[in-house]
């Protein structure tokens, strides 16, 4: 094991657990004595940290919705849940479901495992590339190509998308799209 290298835990509530323990131990350190480079460092590693836990924020989403564990908390939808459980509100709700729903892997009626509906997105995301922002502005382009398009266009599309996504902002991602579908 190397000197960054950490034994982490398998379980995904201790695992959690360590993440909070990590987020409250950074709040607290004092951040006016870190040398530049370190703090840009820093702020790029927390970046694609982030945006890495919005690929597991889909993924855990994906297994309350396919489980329907909202209901154990006594709620009547995974919305419902976010919004009102967890204390998100309706648009941030809405935001979460459609970024799991673009790179979530669902279970469908016969108990397989779907790929991402966003394949190349969901790469991207778990590699740190682009966040949950860059999925929904990719998901929106999607959505407007028409539905004739075939299925190789359109995943090619994709892929275009997730591959620009990583050099641009969300909305620079939402003026490409409107260029690929012009």
């Not at 702020?43 to 597991?56: F, Q, S």
């Not at 459609?98 to 966003?118: E, H, M, N, Y």
Request: proline content about 4%; glycine content about 8%; overall charge negative.
């Amino acid at each position: 094991m190397g000197a960054s290298e950490v034994l982490l835990p398998d379980d995904p509530a201790a695992l959690a657990r360590l993440l909070e323990a990590a987020a409250t131990k950074f709040a607290s350190l004092p951040l006016s004595a870190v040398a530049e480079d370190t703090l840009l460092e820093t702020v790029e590693t927390l970046e694609r940290t982030h945006r890495r836990l919005d690929g597991v924020d889909a993924a855990v989403l994906v297994e309350v919705s396919d489980r329907a564990v909202y209901r154990k908390a006594g709620y009547l939808s995974v919305h419902q849940y976010l919004a009102q459980g967890l204390r998100l509100g309706d648009g941030a709700a809405r935001r979460r479901r459609v970024s799991a729903a673009g790179i979530g892997r669902f279970t469908d009626l016969q108990g397989q495992t779907r790929p991402p509906v966003l394949p190349a997105t969901a790469v991207a995301v778990g590699e740190g590339a682009i966040g949950a922002d860059h999925v929904r502005e990719i998901d929106a382009v999607m959505d407007k190509i028409p539905t004739a398009i075939d299925a190789d266009t359109r995943a090619r599309a994709e892929a275009q998308l997730a591959w620009v996504a990583r050099e641009l902002s969300p909305a620079g991602v939402r003026t490409a799209g409107i260029r690929l579908l012009a």
